[in-house]
């Protein structure tokens, strides 16, 4: 993970559909783009940016989302997520994010991501069905 530095890059785009709207995913009444789809694309696009960067066995996990949902998107939009890691520190990962569509942003905020290993994450969360 030596090869993770500040300023690493991502960018992630998805289209809005029926699927990610406001109404569909139960976060309001409009058919227009979902903050939790909006918070999704921003998870996606971060995780996706260092997972190329990450030993083998090692990912990453999601752990603090701070979203400025700022202009409505409506079905048929284009909508993309920019992203910058402003931080690496042992293993948090912390990064700025910019959501766009085609008339602009739309989102901006931050994320932290934590570095994991995969498979004894996997077991410790699956071990609680057995609690």
Known sequence: MN????GVTGEKRVAVTTENTAITMGSGT??????PAMIALVEGCCAESVEELLDEGITSVGTNVTIDHLSASPIGASVVCKSKLTAFD???LDFEVEVFDNAGLIGKGTHTRF???AD???KKADAKLSE
């Open 90 to 92: 042992g293993r948090q």
């Open 30 to 35: 409009l058919k227009v783009f979902a903050t």
């Open 115 to 117: 570095t994991v290993k």
């Open 3 to 6: 090869e993770i530095q500040p």
């Open 120 to 122: 004894s994450f996997q």
